[in-house]
T-cell receptor, first 115, second 114 residues
Framework: AQSVAQPEDQVNVAEGNPLTVKCTYS??????LFWYVQYPNRGLQFLLK??????LVKGSYGFEAEFNKSQTSFHLKKPSALVSDSALYFC?????????????FGQGTTLQVKP | DADVTQTPRNRITKTGKRIMLECSQT?????MYWYRQDPGLGLRLIYY???????NKGEISDGYSVSRQAQAKFSLSLESAIPNQTALYFC?????????????FGSGTQLSVL
């Protein structure tokens, strides 16, 4: 069965510092991996995805994520955090071997960037 | 105008009542989904539909039903609401194209069952 784990409920960083939000996954086939962001009182917005190819994926708002097959991880990163990055971040996975189209989401990590 | 519209934005109801949450989209996507969000649990899939004649149960379909009235409309019903169905509900769409599922979400419906 597919699963996603985000081990940190909250990540706190100072503005201008690098940030990492962690995600590990479990799928039976090749993974399709995603990051979504949720701002207060809004629906989720797509940030980036990994399907195949280069392990470092670049997305919206300066975010990037690194796919590590051996560690089954897909951590979200940004070199320099902004206060406006403060939000709830979700990692998601689907099994690329089928076409179920179902994403499984992690429990979410709150990112707090302080001035 | 929003591409994925959910109504109502907020709803308070009583235990045992039947309620319907509605979702409409202007993106022209075939695939539509209903998720619920609970603090600390993330999003869980309730039902999904790949086209008007295709309805599938998700992880937590018990107590819910859906109707795909048209390509653009997908409604979620709670036949007899109970307090543990209090949650934030999201509708989402995707085109199911190559490269995986990029979902587009509505703004959500906050449901409270008293």
């Amino acid at each position: 069965a597919q699963s996603v784990a985000q081990p940190e409920d909250q990540v706190n960083v100072a503005e201008g510092n690098p940030l990492t939000v962690k995600c590990t996954y479990s799928v039976s086939g090749n993974p399709y991996l995603f990051w979504y962001v949720q701002y207060p009182n809004r629906g989720l917005q797509f940030l980036l995805k990994y399907i195949t190819g280069d392990n470092l994926v670049k997305g919206s708002y300066g975010f990037e994520a690194e796919f590590n097959k051996s560690q089954t991880s897909f951590h979200l990163k940004k070199p320099s955090a902004l206060v406006s990055d403060s939000a709830l971040y979700f990692c998601a996975v689907r099994d690329g071997s089928g076409n179920t189209g179902k994403l499984i989401f992690g429990q979410g990590t709150t990112l707090q960037v302080k001035p | 105008d929003a591409d994925v519209t959910q109504t109502p934005r907020n709803r308070i109801t009583k235990t045992g009542k039947r309620i319907m949450l509605e979702c409409s989209q202007t993106k022209g996507h075939d695939r539509m989904y209903w998720y619920r969000q609970d603090p600390g649990l993330g999003l869980r899939l309730i039902y999904y539909s790949f086209d008007v004649k295709d309805i599938n149960k998700g992880e937590i379909s018990d107590g819910y039903s859906v109707s795909r009235q048209a390509q653009a409309k997908f409604s979620l019903s709670l036949e007899s609401a109970i307090p543990n169905q209090t949650a934030l509900y999201f509708c989402a769409t995707s085109d199911g194209g190559t490269g995986g599922e990029k979902l587009f979400f509505g703004s959500g419906t906050q449901l409270s069952v008293l």
